[in-house]
């Protein structure tokens, strides 16, 4: 158990529509970070959260958002969707902001399936 | 730009018998490189790491040697066992680009008995 919490588990929704995904990171750690994994793209920096603040963002949909709350739990917003989203949307935090050791733990991820 | 390269799978190997996963980086800067492992239904574990050149990571029999000569970071286990079937990914994280990890595609590792 890497301490890290992503909920759901599954999600199964329908063209066009929208989806919360939330992650509550480990005890004591800011920094979240979410991440796609499909099987034409394999795994794919999403987007980075600190202490609240934006940090980083990769290959991150206009369609998608996110945001980090003062209690640190982060959520992930999926609008507009399309079949392509389909995909494991992890989440994954860490305790430090910078500095050649990153080492991220990850949660279990939500399945997300549109149809 | 920043990326990783995988040998690609499926690896299909006898219990007992010797890995190689080969993974070479492209960076700007100096990375850190790590394995992680991902089991069946589950999210990724950090298997082992390397911060600077020559050093080698080591967990659960697993090793991985920083080579920044040829920038590489292969993966080896001198006696894979049954449990040990998942899938492996190579990554880098270089601070200079952000602290995010850079994946390889990941490589399938099923072992029979």
């Known amino acids: 158990d890497s301490g890290v919490t992503q909920t759901p588990k599954h999600l199964i929704t329908a063209t066009g529509q929208r989806v919360t995904l939330r992650c509550s990171p480990r005890s004591g750690d800011l920094s979240v970070y979410w991440y796609q994994q499909s099987l034409d793209q394999g795994l794919q920096f999403l987007i980075q959260?600190?202490?609240?603040?934006?940090?980083a963002k990769g290959n991150i949909l206009e369609r998608f958002s996110a945001q980090q709350f003062p209690d640190l739990h982060s959520e992930l917003n999926l609008s507009s969707l399309e079949l392509g989203d389909s995909a494991l949307y992890f989440c994954?935090?860490?305790?430090?902001?910078?500095?050649?050791?990153?080492?991220?733990?990850f949660g279990p991820g939500t399945r997300l399936t549109v149809l | 730009g920043n990326s990783v390269t995988q040998m690609e799978g499926p690896v299909t190997l006898s219990e007992e018998a010797f890995l190689t996963i080969n993974c070479t980086y492209t960076?700007?800067?100096?990375?850190?490189l790590f394995w992680y492992v991902q089991y069946p239904g589950e999210g990724l574990q950090l298997l082992l790491k390397a911060t600077k050149a020559d050093d080698k990571g080591s967990n659960k029999g697993f090793e991985a040697t920083y080579r920044k000569e040829t920038t590489s970071f292969h993966l080896e286990k001198g006696s894979v066992q049954v449990s040990d079937s998942a899938v492996y990914f190579c990554?880098?994280?270089?601070?200079?680009?952000?602290?995010?990890?850079?994946f390889g595609k990941g490589t399938t590792l099923s072992v029979s008995s």
């Open positions: 990554a880098l994280s270089d601070e200079r680009a952000g602290t995010a990890l850079i």
């Open positions: 959260y600190y202490n609240g603040e934006e940090r």
């Open positions: 994954a935090s860490s305790g430090k902001l910078a500095g050649a050791y990153n080492e991220q733990f």
């Open positions: 960076a700007t800067g100096y990375p850190s």
